[in-house]
Structures are given as structure tokens and as C-alpha cells.
Nanobody, 129 residues
């Protein structure tokens, strides 16, 4: 059974950092595009960062560029999101997601939640000012 499980969320002060992890089971990460999304109540799910299946090309939302870094360890079947210089507006539930390998390029595709069919349960990140 394919499954994604996030961990690493928590509460930090503005300017702090967190590293989220997403452990995948039942699938080979090399065959999937992987991404992090976030959502606050009453708003749409937002693409934060994505990694194409080759792991070489990454996409970021403008709001997190130069602060967040997505990475994957295919040997450990784990996806990471290093979040630095956190801001109160980063407060959200963070989800990892997987989509079958695609030849598509571009942030518009890879940061679109509709392209992903496997989701974790989420981990809460709260940043206080």
C-alpha cells in the first residue's frame, strides 16, 4: 500500500528553522515527482516546492524562494523540506504529495495540487512573531 507520512512540524519563532520529512512506503520515489504543499483554513492548498522524479530540477513558490530547500534521499525513500528564516505567514498545515513521473516541466505544472494523487496526512507548522 502506497503511503506518505510527514513529520518534523512544530512551533518556532520568526527567523527560526524547521526541517520537514516525508517518509514514503509502498512506492519507489525514483518513479515519482514529489512536492510539498501547505494550507491554512479557508484558503486553497498552495504549492511550496516540488522535485521532478529525476531529482535534478526543483521548483519553488516565489514566497519561499531562497528560504526553503526541497531535497530527496531516494535510498531512504524520504523527501525533505528545509525551512529557514521562517515567517508568521508560513504558518500552515504542510503536506507532501507524490505524482507519477511526468515529462512536464515548469512550476505551473509541478506546483499544481491537481497533478498529485497521493497525499500524506500533514504536519502543522506554526511560526510566532
Amino acid at each position: 500500500q502506497e503511503q506518505l507520512v510527514e513529520s518534523g512540524g512544530g512551533s518556532v519563532q520568526a527567523g527560526g528553522f524547521l526541517r520537514l520529512s516525508c517518509s514514503a512506503s509502498g512506492l519507489n520515489m525514483r518513479d515519482y515527482s514529489l512536492a510539498w504543499f501547505r494550507q491554512v483554513p479557508g484558503k486553497e492548498r498552495e504549492g511550496v516546492a516540488a522535485s521532478r522524479s529525476d531529482g535534478m530540477i526543483k521548483y519553488y513558490a516565489d514566497s519561499v524562494k531562497d528560504r526553503f530547500t526541497i531535497s530527496r534521499d531516494n535510498a531512504k525513500n524520504t523527501l525533505y523540506l528545509q525551512m529557514n528564516s521562517l515567517k508568521p505567514e508560513d504558518t500552515a498545515m504542510y503536506y507532501c504529495a507524490a505524482a507519477p513521473r511526468s515529462p512536464a516541466y515548469g512550476a505551473r505544472y509541478h506546483l499544481n495540487p491537481e497533478k498529485y494523487n497521493l497525499w500524506g496526512q500533514g504536519t502543522q507548522v506554526t511560526v510566532s512573531s
